[in-house]
């Protein structure tokens, strides 16, 4: 055989080599490329600032105690206004205890210094005012005080003693004739004392020579007239009876604008204004 003949089946028998493991690997599968899950990249959480808001609804009036607020997130981007931020008052909360709602707050309401209002501030006695109601002030004494037992938030009945003329025969004396005008009153303060003693332990007798009452519009004029009649008097009530009529008696309204005394009624007051539902006594 030639040379060139002998190359020429070489080369043949390479190519048709070269063709079958083609041919194999062509038949045989891929590989498996494992799945990959995709990556849940995250975002921060916008960072929150903690503003002081109503934990419970608080009435205008109440005094506020340390669980009527708490500190709530905010958002940092949004806008805060005179709310009252943790990061730059950290006592702020305990800087409200004590502290009287000028208004009503309903619960998680921001906190601001202006819908509260402290013991000593412009408006603090007008905040503690039920609305539509009047303060007005007696002169009192021991003696005609309970004994120093009356304390703010109290609820009193308020007696008028005056001298009055009695005839015997052919004589005329002096005797004294003492009147109920005001029932189930509101005590404001003793003098400068105008919230009640802590709940813990025995309170004090608190010997005051004035008394701030709250008192329907109408009946502060009575007191006035009262003062004039004769010597005034609280009579302390019980916590019980905070639900009884409040304001002028039937002897109160004669003292008051000369209504019949032969007229009983339930009087009920919204902001201050005296509504009558009158029954014939007896």
């Known amino acids: 055989m030639s040379p060139v003949r002998l190359i020429i089946l070489v080369i043949a028998a390479g190519a048709a080599i070269g063709a079958v493991f083609l041919v194999r690997s062509m038949q045989q599968p891929a590989p498996?490329?494992?799945?990959?899950?995709p990556?849940?990249?995250?975002?921060?959480?916008?960072?929150?600032?903690?503003?002081?808001?109503?934990?419970?609804?608080?009435?205008?009036?109440?005094?506020?105690?340390?669980?009527?607020?708490?500190?709530?997130?905010?958002?940092d981007?949004?806008?805060?206004?005179?709310?009252?931020?943790?990061?730059?008052?950290?006592?702020?909360?305990?800087?409200?205890?004590?502290?009287?709602?000028?208004?009503d707050l309903v619960e998680g309401e921001p906190v601001t210094a202006t819908k509260l209002v402290h013991p000593g501030d412009s408006g603090f006695m007008a905040a503690m005012l039920t609305p539509?109601?009047?303060?007005?002030?007696?002169?009192?004494?021991?003696?005609?005080?309970?004994?120093?037992?009356?304390?703010p938030n109290d609820r009193v009945d308020i007696i008028v003693t005056r001298e009055v003329e009695a005839t015997?025969?052919?004589?005329?004396?002096?005797n004294y004739r003492s009147d109920l005008i005001l029932a189930n009153v509101r005590v404001l303060a003793i003098d400068g004392v105008y919230a009640p003693p802590p709940a813990a332990g025995q309170a004090a007798p608190l010997i005051g020579s004035r008394a701030t009452l709250e008192l329907g519009e109408r009946d502060t004029t009575l007191i006035n007239a009262a003062r004039r009649a004769g010597e005034l008097s609280l009579t302390l009530r019980s916590i019980?009876?905070?639900?009884?009529?409040?304001?002028?008696?039937?002897?109160?309204r004669v003292y008051r604008d000369g209504v019949s005394q032969g007229y009983e009624g339930i009087r009920i007051y919204r902001y201050g204004t005296e509504t009558l539902s009158s029954a014939s006594a007896g």
């Open 32 to 37: 498996a490329v494992a799945a990959v899950a």
């Open 39 to 75: 990556v849940e990249v995250k975002k921060p959480a916008a960072p929150a600032k903690q503003i002081l808001v109503a934990k419970t609804a608080i009435p205008v009036g109440k005094f506020v105690v340390a669980d009527d607020l708490k500190w709530q997130a905010w958002p």
């Open 77 to 103: 981007g949004s806008p805060t206004g005179a709310f009252i931020d943790q990061k730059a008052n950290a006592e702020g909360l305990e800087k409200m205890v004590g502290a009287v709602a000028r208004f």
């Open 132 to 151: 539509g109601m009047r303060a007005i002030s007696i002169e009192i004494a021991p003696e005609t005080a309970a004994g120093g037992f009356i304390q």
């Open 168 to 174: 015997e025969g052919a004589n005329t004396v002096q």
């Open 240 to 252: 019980a009876d905070l639900q009884a009529p409040q304001g002028a008696t039937p002897t109160g």
